[in-house]
Structures are given as structure tokens and as C-alpha cells.
């Protein structure tokens, strides 16, 4: 059995069974429990607070699982990227510090069937699925080594929502209070738009928060960077925007004579207003992508002015990490 797997609801009901079955005290399921996500530990050995029978009951019946940390990166600016690797695959994750705020990109899937062709992984292909524990495994690892995200973002590797399943239980992981209790409103999913399963995530009733992959505001433009626009089309994918009623961001990648026209700017305020969404303008990450190249700062200030004048909001990232692989796949593909 692999308790972090689980939603916390049942790996506490879990441990509570493995609890009684052995003929231990009730109160230790509760010291079990709080070791999986509250206080991690790397093997049950560690479990300061049980009785070596018990230690053994869950070595035996529920070992702890844990990834291989293949490398790890430290940008001069404060990104850390890490690689792990799982017995099927390796992916990253990217710990981005900025103030009081601690963002942990994490990865949902070895690989990305999606293609968008400014990214990285895309030109992997798809691998495999994570499964929960390998999802949350990216967080319980960093708090062993001390590193605390405050805010997570699905932005690694992979589209999770093509990994619903998984991600729908780690989203619980990372949530509840039994789990790493981070606050909803700290936990980002971004999709390029799977218009089913994009339902099914609007029916959770965490304030979760929402990342559209949008990089065009027009289906002709989007099609040329994102293969996706051909099976979830723009006006569908605002169709059903409109329906979601918690706040929405759209991530743009300013590149240069593809999608930073005046005329670009002008539909993508559009679209924006349309869904009441905030727009983030991206510069596209050095080596990211073939054959593309990132609009130049000034046309980027330039393009968010041009939005806020038709009040949309609008926020200009820098790109981080340059001096290590930091964009999505870049590291897994070098290893
Ligand atoms: S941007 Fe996201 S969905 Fe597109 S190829 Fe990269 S990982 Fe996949």
C-alpha cells in the first residue's frame, strides 16, 4: 500500500485499519499519519515516536516512496531547478523565491503530448502519467530539505489536465489540512484548455486558481503554436471561461512577428474583458522552442500598455533561472 497516494481522508482511514489490525494503541494512527505530509520523513525509521513493531508493520505493509534526486540547479537570481526521477521517467520541478512569496512549479506528466511549439517538453512527446504521490513528491521532498513553497503552480512538465485523475487527488494533497494545507487561492492549475476535464475542475469547490495557456488570441495564430486549438477552438474554450467564475489569468508568450501586433493586442484585450480574466505577458525563456524568437522588452511594455488602455489588466513577467535550464523540459532533455 502507498498511503501517498491517497487523499488524506483515506490514508488516515488507512493507517487507522493498519493501526488496529496490529494490536497498537488507537492514538498511534494519528502519530503515523502526521509523518506522511505534515512532518515528512524519508523512511519510517525516522518515526521518532513509534515502537519498533510498529516501524516494522509499516515497512512491511506501507514503505514510504520516494523519487531519486537525479540534479539539482541554483541560479544566481535564487531559482533551484531539481530533476527526479521515478522508476519509469524523470521530471522537474522549478522553486521560484520573490519577497515573502515561494512558488513551486511542478510537473504532472513525464513528457507532453500537446506539442506547443515554443516549449521544451513538447518536443519530448508523451511519456507517462505521474501519479499522485509522484505529483506531491515534488513538495514532500523540498520540506525535507527545508524549502517551504507557499504558493504551487502546475506549470512543469506535462498538461494536468490530460492527468486528471492524479492531479484531482494532489490538488487535494497539497489543499487539505491533514495534507501540506496550502491554501487554494496558492495553488494554481494551468491547462492549455481541455474543455472536459476543465468542467470537471470547475466543479471543485476550492478557490483553486486558473491558468489558461493562450499565447494567441485568434484561432489561426493559436493553431500555428498550439496543435491543441484544432480539437478545443478559442470561442469554445471562452464559452466556457465565461461559466467559470473564479478568477482566471491568461499566460501570453510575447513572440516576435507571430502574435505582438497592435491587432493582437487589440482581440486579446477583448477576449480578456470578455471572460474578466488578468492577461501575464511572458518573454519566451532563451531555448525555449525552435526557430522562434521573443519579442524585445520595449515591444512587450509596449504591447501591456496598449492592453491596459483597454483596460484589461495585464502583468509583464521576467523570465527566471536564465543562467540554468529553467524553462519547462530544458534540463530533462540535457540529462
Ligand atoms: S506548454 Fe504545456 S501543454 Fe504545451 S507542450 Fe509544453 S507542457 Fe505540454
Avoid at 531559482?79 to 521560484?96: M, P
Avoid at 513551486?104 to 506528466?109: E, H, K, R
Avoid at 481541455?194 to 499565447?215: G, N, V
Wanted: aromatic share 8%; hydrophobic share 40%.
Amino acid at each position: 500500500m502507498n498511503l501517498l497516494d491517497l487523499t488524506p481522508t483515506t490514508a488516515e482511514q488507512r493507517v487507522g485499519e493498519l493501526v488496529k489490525s496490529g494490536g497498537f494503541e488507537k492514538y498511534r494512527a494519528r502519530q503515523v499519519f502526521n509523518w506522511l505530509w505534515t512532518n515528512p520523513i524519508p523512511a519510517w525509521d525516522q518515526a521518532t515516536n513509534l515502537p519498533r513493531s510498529l516501524v516494522t508493520a509499516l515497512d512491511n505493509h506501507a514503505p514510504i516512496a520516494r523519487p531519486f534526486l537525479a540534479k539539482r540547479q541554483d541560479s544566481s537570481d535564487g531559482t533551484i531547478k531539481f530533476l527526479w526521477e521515478f522508476d519509469a521517467g524523470a521530471v522537474e520541478s522549478v522553486f521560484i523565491p520573490e519577497g515573502k512569496r515561494a512558488t513551486l512549479c511542478i510537473s504532472s506528466q513525464v513528457g507532453c503530448a500537446f506539442g506547443c511549439v515554443f516549449c521544451s517538453t513538447g518536443t519530448m512527446g508523451f511519456g507517462r502519467n505521474l501519479a499522485p504521490w509522484e505529483i506531491t513528491a515534488q513538495v514532500r521532498e523540498l520540506h525535507m530539505l527545508g524549502i517551504k513553497p507557499t504558493n504551487i503552480v502546475f506549470m512543469g512538465m506535462g498538461e494536468p489536465l490530460h492527468n486528471w485523475s492524479a492531479v484531482d487527488t494532489a490538488l487535494t494533497q497539497l489543499n487539505a489540512p491533514g495534507g501540506f494545507g496550502i491554501g487554494a487561492r496558492h495553488i494554481t492549475l494551468s491547462t492549455v484548455g481541455l474543455l472536459p476535464q476543465l468542467a470537471e475542475f470547475a466543479k471543485r469547490k476550492e478557490q483553486f486558481r486558473l491558468a489558461i495557456s493562450l499565447h494567441a488570441s485568434n484561432s489561426a495564430t493559436r493553431q500555428t503554436l498550439m496543435p491543441v486549438e484544432r480539437k478545443y477552438p478559442l470561442p469554445e474554450l471562452k464559452k466556457l471561461l465565461r461559466e467559470f467564475s473564479r478568477r482566471t489569468t491568461l499566460e501570453y508568450v510575447m513572440v516576435s512577428n507571430v502574435n505582438d501586433s497592435d491587432q493582437d493586442a487589440e482581440e486579446l484585450s477583448q477576449f480578456a474583458n470578455d471572460i474578466s480574466a488578468h492577461v501575464n505577458l511572458l518573454p519566451l525563456h532563451p531555448g525555449a522552442g525552435s526557430g522562434l524568437k521573443g519579442s524585445r522588452h520595449e515591444k512587450i511594455d509596449e504591447f501591456a500598455k496598449l492592453l491596459a488602455g483597454r483596460g484589461t489588466p495585464v502583468s509583464v513577467r521576467r523570465s527566471r533561472g536564465k543562467d540554468i535550464d529553467a524553462a519547462c523540459g530544458q534540463l530533462a532533455i540535457k540529462e
